[in-house]
């Protein structure tokens, strides 16, 4: 039976308090939260180490202004121990980046939440931020789906942390502005925040999140089934990534595509003058720059089975190309020829690092 | 400005006759404006003749040529023909490259049409490949010939007996006080029983007198690194760690040998100290110490139990020599007091050698009884059993001789990391391939003889011992140099993420971890050039040397002309 | 060479500028040129890909002067003769930035155009590629009356394209007139030898005197640079200090979309996502505890005016910068501001004319103080609000 | 006029079993189309998946990876990882509903010649069936 803190406070209110006192007894060095940074309320992620720092902390709000996942890497091995406040798809990411040898989880302690998903960059920057949560937060409450977050949030089956010390109970409570409950995963968890407040035996509402599931699932079909009718082969591919602009952006905001100079852009497959003439004389015309597609299918061999589902990818697509939908149906398939789920734990091998001598006995005659 | 030189081997009339050379070489000259070089295509009747490679050498002197493409045999018949040549001239012979013309294009198809085509196609290809291709050195390393041979049994005793000679000595170190290993404690070995014995002794005399082989005992590996022709080993004391002593030798031989299943460990063999219960082994120290078998008393057993395979489904796999070596004691037994009862309980008999047979068969003419069984069990001496028609029977005896499976020895999986060579499902040590290479390991250098690869009999053993002994002395042929593979692979510093994906799939330990910079990094000499780790690098940081991205890619572009 | 000695030729519009310029591309290719670069529709009908074309269906379904940039022409080019240029001869249709853009990168070795004809037209300026994700046929319709009305002053282009006072001839080789309201013709314009060969080839010998098509582009150029005058001023107090660069940067997440929609960017790897530009875990928490707290994505303004430092000399003011900003960050106009002032300090104009050098291949001590203090403090304080 | 399909196959094969096999099939003189052009490689495994894709979009109407048999390979165990490998690119295939037909992952071993002439065959058949790859044509990919 897990242990779950409870607080009088509203929700966020009391993830600050409980960042707080992570910081203020020392139990901590540093801690990772979102937090309105500017005038016009622009959000960041903080690493802060002073108390007085969190009063602008907005630690559940629904935005991600980068991917944690990068962020945590760039932070970890750390010396001190840190605690980081990320959704649930960050965290995989970061998981899926440590497999990778791209950070590590010692001396972090791991926060999340069930996450209600995420609003899109665009209408976040646009929106003033108390306009924006409102209606977000009663639709999260009353357990339904936020109809303003993003596409890949609503098919979402993952909104619940796998691996994080700590779960927030959001999706589903009823009481989310007058009290919040925290899971203590980890006795990691439970002696950090020893002293806090009220402990009860007791773990996440199932019953709501199983309901909650469902809808989601339900989203997911159906965006499978829409995406279908749109990948029927060469053309329908051709029709989704015809107009990428080749910027790359949603590689480089990928928690996955870890490589500091993507295979792609790097001079492996370079052409000179004379590959385009005679492409030319064999196909009547060429595009130009090329490779278009290829960088998409071949950044889905490299990473699709560690598709993490977060949408960072179409949130930065300047041609407004739904990748992350595409990105999420193909890496759920390719996953599923392992039984392997991203972020599910850190101990699990990378499908492409090991191999089975008894598997895809029918591959290769 | 890059000239190529396109040569293309009539072989006789095997290519010629199906091939139209002359429009090959036409579409090849094509080519010098299109890619900007200079070409010199030219057909010849047989390039890897000898006037062909004087010929060869002529033209890419007197044209001096910046690469070479041969349209001509599979590379397996003359690839090293025609790179020896390379050698003799100023031509790097990674600036050269081989199209099998003949056994993939003339051979093929009747159609000459087609045949010319695929052909045409195929060279272009290998030209634009080899203008990507890039001078690689091959560069000579200094061999130690001295041989490391860890375990003093039968098996580590012939090998560096084979081995030892004015300018190869052999380091034979041993665990245990004594050389000799479980061979020297056997009472009689077969077929002939009682040469095999002396035979072992003198083995060990010679071994001990040998001024080339260096016997240290009661020590054991400590670390190994390095690569075929130069090792490094750290030997040390076995009752004092701390000790240690550095050794450097060419090549190692793994002769670690093996143990015997725990019975008293088996719940279906229950025995107390008291009970007259004893392993083959116990019974071949009594009769090489006292001669015979004999109970506790001193007294002869009036009925001897002989209970094969014990324990054999605990292991898993047939110990080979175990029947035979119970059918002599049971022939020794029955020899020494003809009165004594001996039953011997099998499931299966496994005979394997020219004359066990008939060993086999004196046995039965001796009177040594032998029953088929489909279970048994002993509680002390007495033998519960249940027979093929599965009645059962329970009978007491005076004494219970039990043969147990071998396993391998103590220790063997620590060894095997420090080597970094990988064990088998069963535990003893994995060949490079069991059946076509079965004395080698996934690593170059590192050899393993006798019952560390496996249950055996003394002969395999010894055959194997010699086995590697030959091995070794082709490979490390004293006061000559070694040439370590140069198409290796290499990490792109700027680029390794330091993921340690290649780490994982590379199978000989050639990457390794550079913990400062956090990258992977590969050892050459270690390396085999598969490119394994390049396919799995998703980061393009990882290069495999005449096998680039670049190079394929020009294949595979021309491929789709 | 200055625009009067540039002769010219005026040719009717039949069935609207774009089919004329078509066919007037069709009749060249394969006799003056043997390809064409140009924008064609993707065959999701909505945004352009630069076509390398010799079939002549293909010329036919090609759009010369498309409504919005996705990407920047310099970048095609860029990719096509990066290792050298061909035997082929190509003429590329571009916008005047993208002619632009291309001649700074055969300064920077990216782009050989020995085979090249560029050809270039008034620009009305580009529609945001928003609004061609957006809508795309409304966009076309939009674009369409703009290039028919021949308008140099819509609001709805991107906000670099309204105050861009390079809209007209340039370095190109051919550059087709549109600014002097004939709509019934186009005016062909030979900006080179190479141009007029092209044109000569084609049948068409330049007599057309430009004394008042140059009067129109310059109306035009005036109000454009008044409008520059305002914008910057407005720009200024975005930049001018480390505070202001910080808040106008607040949002930005770190994509680096800017960077590698930028014809200019041309390195393989930016510095700022380089290795060498990794900084150790420790450094965070240390900079966290001395302030209290640190900003992620790091060091956003050090990217910025980083990336400033290295390529503002050579801005061409497309604008393609913030049509690839997720986060609706007006990067162009800070960009172009900058560029206007460190260009003006080497009185020198990006993608003008080969022979200027880049001024970074001699540079002094002394110069770009502005852009170096900046630099400095934005390394030494990454940004105000930690 | 158009003139008769005739398909553009890459045969990636590994050097110690698929090459030498293709070798033996030659010196048998077997028949098979010569639309296969072989690309030699150390070990199936230096096939990285990228390869299959690069080929595919430049119009390779089949992509052929040819290795030892499970457990034969000269390096241990890289064919298992081309399996994997194999399997994900694949499965990228199907999702996007991509001709998977047009790759094809055999196993020859040195002595199979036979069998390599008949991997030829079908697979040249199966392919020249299908007919041209749609990669030739398109100019947007």
Not at chain 3, 244 to 250: D, P, V, Y
Not at chain 3, 282 to 292: I, N, Q, V
Not at chain 3, 331 to 357: D, I, L, M, N, R
């Amino acid at each position: 039976m897990n242990k779950i803190l409870i607080t009088d406070q509203g929700a966020e209110q009391s993830v600050v308090e409980v960042l707080r006192f992570l910081l203020d007894n020392k139990k901590v060095g540093g801690v990772l939260t979102l937090r309105q940074t500017s005038k016009k309320g622009s959000l960041d992620y903080g690493l802060l180490t002073r108390s007085e720092e969190l009063d602008r902390a907005v630690p559940l709000m629904p935005v991600m202004p980068a991917n944690a996942a990068q962020i945590l890497s760039s932070l970890t091995p750390a010396k001190k121990p840190i605690a980081a406040v990320v959704k649930p798809c960050e965290l995989r990411g970061f998981v899926e980046r440590i497999k990778r040898e791209q950070g590590s989880l010692d001396n972090v302690l791991t926060i999340s939440m069930t996450c209600g998903g995420v609003i899109p960059l665009d209408i976040s920057i646009k929106t003033s931020k108390n306009k924006l949560t409102p209606k977000y937060y009663e639709q999260v409450k009353a357990g339904e789906i936020p109809e303003n977050i993003r596409p890949t949030c609503k098919t979402c089956e993952h909104f619940v942390p796998m691996t994080a010390d700590i779960t927030i109970s959001v999706v589903g409570e009823k009481g989310l502005d007058s009290t919040c409950r925290f899971i203590l995963n980890s006795d990691k968890a439970a002696s950090m925040t020893e002293g806090f407040g009220r402990i009860e035996d007791g773990g996440l509402d199932t019953k709501v999140l199983d309901d909650h599931l469902k809808k989601r699932q339900t989203k997911n079909k159906n965006l499978l089934e829409s995406l279908k009718s749109q990948l029927d082969g060469l053309d329908g591919l051709v029709d989704i990534f015809g107009k990428c602009i080749g910027c790359h952006g949603c590689s480089r905001v990928c928690p996955i595509c870890y490589c500091v100079l993507c295979d792609f852009e790097s001079r492996s497959f370079d052409q000179n003058v004379t590959f385009y003439e005679e492409e030319l004389t064999q196909k009547g015309a060429l595009r130009l720059p090329p490779d278009t597609l290829f960088f998409h299918l071949g950044r889905l061999s490299h990473m699709s089975f560690s598709c993490v589902g977060c949408g960072q990818c179409a949130d930065v697509c300047p041609a407004d190309i739904p990748v992350a939908s595409v990105f999420k149906k193909i890496g759920e398939n390719t996953a599923a020829l392992f039984d392997y789920v991203p972020g599910r734990d850190v101990e699990e091998d990378i499908p492409v690092m090991v191999f089975k001598e008894e598997e895809f006995k029918e591959l290769g005659e | 400005m890059k000239k190529v030189g396109v040569y293309i081997c009539e072989c006789g009339p095997n290519i010629a006759d199906n091939v139209d050379i002359e429009r090959i070489l036409a579409s090849v000259s094509s080519m010098e404006e299109s890619e900007g070089i200079e070409i010199v295509a030219k057909p010849y009747k047989l390039l890897c003749s000898g006037e062909g490679q004087e010929y060869l050498k002529e033209e890419i002197e007197t044209n001096q040529l910046t690469h070479l493409v041969i349209g001509a045999c599979s590379p397996r018949d003359h690839n090293s023909t025609f790179i020896n040549v390379c050698k003799q001239t100023r031509l790097n012979p990674y600036l050269y490259k081989l199209i099998n013309i003949r056994e993939h294009c003339a051979w093929i198809v009747h159609d000459k049409e087609k045949a010319t085509d695929k052909a045409i196609q195929y060279i272009r290809g290998g030209i634009r490949r080899v203008l990507y291709q890039s001078e690689l050195h091959e560069k000579k390393l200094d061999i130690n010939p001295d041989v490391l041979v860890i375990g003093g049994g039968i098996a580590g005793i012939e090998a560096a007996l084979c081995l030892a000679g004015p300018e190869r000595r052999v380091f034979l170190v041993e665990k245990s006080d004594k050389l000799g290993g479980k061979a020297a404690e056997w009472g009689s070995l077969l077929p002939r029983q009682a040469g095999g014995v002396k035979a072992i002794q003198d083995k060990i005399g010679q071994t001990e007198a040998n001024t080339g082989i260096q016997v240290i005992t009661k020590t054991r590996v400590n670390n190994i690194i390095g690569f075929l022709g130069n090792f490094e080993a750290e030997l040390c004391q076995v009752d004092d760690p701390e000790t240690t002593t550095d050794l450097t030798v060419g090549a190692i031989v793994v002769a670690t040998g093996f143990r015997l299943n725990e019975v008293s460990s088996l719940p279906e063999f229950k025995s107390a100290d008291s009970d007259e219960v004893y392993t083959t082994l116990d019974v071949e120290r009594m009769l090489k110490e006292k001669g015979q078998v004999a109970l506790q008393t001193g007294e002869k057993p009036k009925s001897v139990a002989l209970i094969f395979c014990a324990g054999r489904e605990k292991v898993g796999y047939c110990s080979q020599i175990c029947c035979s070596t119970t059918i002599k004691i049971a022939r020794q037994i029955k020899e020494q007091n003809p009165e004594t009862a001996v039953k011997c309980f099998i499931r299966d008999l496994c005979l394997p050698h020219k004359d066990d047979q008939a060993f086999y068969q004196q046995a039965r003419d001796l009177g040594v009884e032998f029953v088929r069984v489909q279970t048994v069990k002993s509680d002390g001496v007495g033998v519960h059993y249940t027979c093929m028609d599965q009645s059962n029977g329970t009978e007491k005896f005076d004494m219970v001789i039990l043969a147990p499976a071998m396993e391998p020895a103590e220790g063997t999986t620590e060894l095997s990391e420090i080597l970094g060579i990988p064990l088998h499902e069963t535990g003893f040590y994995e060949e490079a391939h069991q059946t076509i290479n079965p004395v080698a390991t996934a690593t170059d250098g590192i050899f393993v003889a006798g019952t560390a690869r496996g249950p055996g009999g003394v002969t395999a053993t010894l055959n194997q011992a010699q086995a590697v002994a030959g091995k070794i002395m082709v490979q490390l042929i004293p006061g000559e140099q070694i040439v370590p593979e140069v198409k290796v692979s290499e990490i792109l510093e700027a680029f390794c993420m330091g993921c340690k994906t290649c780490l994982d799939v590379c199978h000989y330990g050639a990457i390794v971890f550079d913990e400062d910079k956090g990258i992977s990094v590969v050892k050459e000499a270690v390396c085999r050039g598969c490119g394994n780790c390049v396919g799995s690098c998703p980061s393009g940081a990882i290069q495999l040397k005449h096998f680039t991205k670049p190079q394929l890619y020009q294949e595979v572009i021309e491929a789709l002309r | 060479m200055s625009k009067s000695s540039k002769p010219g030729i005026k040719i009717p519009v039949k069935n609207g500028i774009e089919q004329t310029v078509r066919t007037l591309l069709n009749k060249a290719l394969g006799h003056s040129i043997d390809a064409l670069l140009m924008p064609v529709k993707v065959p999701s009908k909505d945004s352009y890909a630069w076509i390398l074309m010799q079939d002549s269906d293909v010329v036919n379904d090609a759009s010369p002067m498309a409504a919005g940039m996705p990407v920047q022409g310099a970048k095609a080019l860029k990719s096509l003769t990066r290792k050298g240029g061909g035997s082929l001869r190509v003429a590329a249709l571009m916008r005047p930035c993208e002619v632009r853009a291309a001649i700074e990168l055969v300064k920077l070795n990216q782009i050989n155009l020995e085979n090249v004809v560029l050809i270039s037209y008034d620009c009305p300026g580009a529609l945001p590629l928003s609004e061609l994700s957006d809508n795309f046929e409304a966009a076309e319709k939009k674009f369409k009356v703009l290039l028919s009305s021949r308008c140099f002053d819509s609001p709805d282009v991107k906000p670099v394209c309204q105050f861009c006072t390079g809209f007209s001839m340039g370095a190109a080789d051919i550059h087709i007139g549109l600014a002097d309201g004939d709509t019934g013709h186009l005016l062909l314009i030979s900006g080179s030898p190479k141009g007029k060969a092209f044109l000569s080839a084609a049948g068409l010998n330049v007599d057309e005197d430009l004394s008042a098509y140059k009067k129109q582009v310059d109306l035009i150029l005036k109000k454009k640079t008044q409008k520059t005058k305002e914008i910057f001023q407005a720009v200024q107090p975005m930049v001018e200090g480390l505070e202001n660069l910080a808040e106008t940067f607040s949002n930005c997440i770190g994509c680096h979309n800017c960077q590698s929609a930028c014809p200019i960017c041309y390195c393989r790897q930016c510095y700022f996502d380089s290795k060498e530009s990794k900084l150790e875990p420790a450094y965070y928490m240390e900079k966290a505890e001395k302030r209290g707290g640190v900003s992620f994505p790091h060091d956003r303004v050090l990217f910025h005016v980083g990336r400033m430092s290295h390529m503002s000399l050579s801005c061409v003011s497309c604008g393609q910068c913030t049509d690839a900003c997720p986060v609706s960050i007006p990067v162009a106009k800070v960009f172009s501001y900058v560029a206007s002032q460190t260009q003006q300090a080497f009185e020198y104009s990006a993608g003008k004319s080969v022979s200027e050098a880049i001024p970074l291949k001699e540079f002094k001590e002394d110069e770009l103080q502005k852009i170096h203090e900046i630099v400095k403090s934005a390394e030494s304080q990454e940004s105000p609000h930690e | 006029m158009e003139k008769a399909f005739i398909p553009k196959i890459t045969a990636f094969l590994c050097k110690w079993c698929s090459y030498t096999g293709a070798d033996l099939a030659g010196t048998s003189r077997l028949q098979y189309p010569p639309a296969i052009i072989p690309i030699k490689v150390m070990c199936s495994s230096r096939v990285d998946p990228v390869f299959l894709i690069r080929a595919f979009l430049k119009g390779a109407d089949g992509v052929l990876i040819g290795g030892c048999h499970p457990g034969d390979c000269h390096y241990q165990s890289g064919n298992y990882h081309t399996r994997r490998r194999f399997a994900i690119l694949q499965s990228i295939f199907d999702s996007l509903s991509l001709e998977t037909d047009r790759l094809r992952l055999s196993w020859i071993s040195a002595s199979e010649g036979p069998k390599f002439a008949s991997v030829c065959n079908e697979f040249t058949d199966k392919i020249t069936k299908m007919g041209p790859n749609p990669t030739r044509k398109n100019i947007f990919l």
